[in-house]
């Protein structure tokens, strides 16, 4: 169950910044024990993944504080996101071994599409909303929830890595947030109740 909890949280936090929890996992294989890739994604603590990781990461977070501009950002992480869930939720499978489980090592493709498919569902979610916020705000929200979304997905990307239960709390408040945004869009749209 930790290993879902751990890859399912690692997967949103992908759908909300893909960069955030890559380096989350990177970072903490290359400088400490407390992940170990899977031989096939060791790649990922290089100081070459990293570095492109990062730059990329600056990039992401400037160009999505920018209103219309964050709309084009989000098409073109169309597909880094979900596979950037697929990546993390796999490389953390490792941690199947703390559970004595081998099933997750005999089955290494389902890891990679759990992400994918968590992933893209949050970044679906996050597209969809983002247009919203910055029309109701005349784009006065766009850095705002951006700085929100960011700060989320390193939330849970520690929270997976470290107290994988804490997840639970934090996809609820997550889902929670989401549909409370899609209420207020559609009191919106619909506009005042004649009388």
């Not at 970072?27 to 100081?47: C, F, I, Y």
């Not at 498919?117 to 996050?126: F, I, M």
């Not at 919203?132 to 890595?161: F, I, K, M, Q, R």
């Amino acid at each position: 169950m930790l290993v879902a909890l751990t890859g399912i949280g690692l997967a949103t936090a992908a759908g909300l910044n893909a960069y955030i929890p890559f380096l989350v996992v990177a970072l903490l294989a290359r400088l400490t024990d407390v992940v170990t890739l899977p031989d096939s994604l060791t790649w990922m603590e290089s100081w070459w993944a990293i570095g492109i990781g990062t730059v990329l990461l600056v990039a992401d977070v400037v160009l999505d504080k920018v209103p219309v501009v964050d709309t084009v950002n989000d098409a073109v992480q169309t597909a880094i996101r979900p596979l950037s869930g697929g990546v993390v939720f796999a490389a953390t499978s490792a941690a199947a071994d703390l559970e004595q489980s081998d099933w997750v090592e005999r089955h290494a493709w389902v890891p990679f599409v759990a992400g994918v498919l968590v992933a893209g569902l949050v970044h679906a979610g996050k597209a969809t909303v983002r247009p919203v916020v910055n029309a109701a705000t005349l784009g006065a929200g766009a850095p705002v929830v951006s700085t929100v979304e960011d700060g989320t997905s390193v939330g849970l990307s520690l929270a997976a890595v470290f107290v994988p239960l804490l997840v639970l709390v934090l996809l609820v408040a997550l889902v929670v947030a989401f549909v409370m945004l899609r209420r207020r869009r559609r009191a919106a749209t619909r506009g005042p109740d004649p009388a």
